[in-house]
């Protein structure tokens, strides 16, 4: 990843470009005040990729027990293909390797190559599949998990 990206835990002011790449990414973004209550409290890891201030990518994750959701990790269209939501990614797994979480896992759209192929790479693996998870354009969703202890 290029030196001048900066991966922070992100504070109120980086929610609104959160947002703002939301709904370049997907269909049904989630709203501004979700993400601030994500940030405040409901998501147990937020982290934020920016250049010179301004975010370019996130992800963030919840928790049940010992198992962690990922929520959504996205990249800003314009800077993809540069190392950065592989980082992101990344960094959830060192954080749920280093606290001792059984798993990471998520749903993915079958067709989306790109996060599927982020996610092999990182170590997921196909786990499962939920039927038309997905809305506009209905789809399946595969679930992707990486398991840390079986
Ligand atoms: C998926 C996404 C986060 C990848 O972010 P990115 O910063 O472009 O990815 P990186 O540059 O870190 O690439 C890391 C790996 O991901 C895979 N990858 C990324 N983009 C890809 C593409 N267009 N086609 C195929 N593989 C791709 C490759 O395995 C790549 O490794 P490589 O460079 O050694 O080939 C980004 O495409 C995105 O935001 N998509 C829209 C939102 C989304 O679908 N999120 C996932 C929801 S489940």
Redesign the pocket.
Known sequence: MNKSFKMIIPQKEHIHGIYEIEKL?FEHPQSEQSLLNDLNGNSVFFCCVCENGKVV?YINADTVLDEVYVI????HPHY???????RLVKALRDYCRDNSFAFVT?E?RQS????I??YR?LGFEKAGLRKNFYTHPTEDADIMTLYFKR
């Open positions: 990414c990518g959504n990790v996205c990249v993809r293909r540069q190392g950065i939501g592989e998520l993915v989306n190559t790109a996060a192929s982020l790479k």
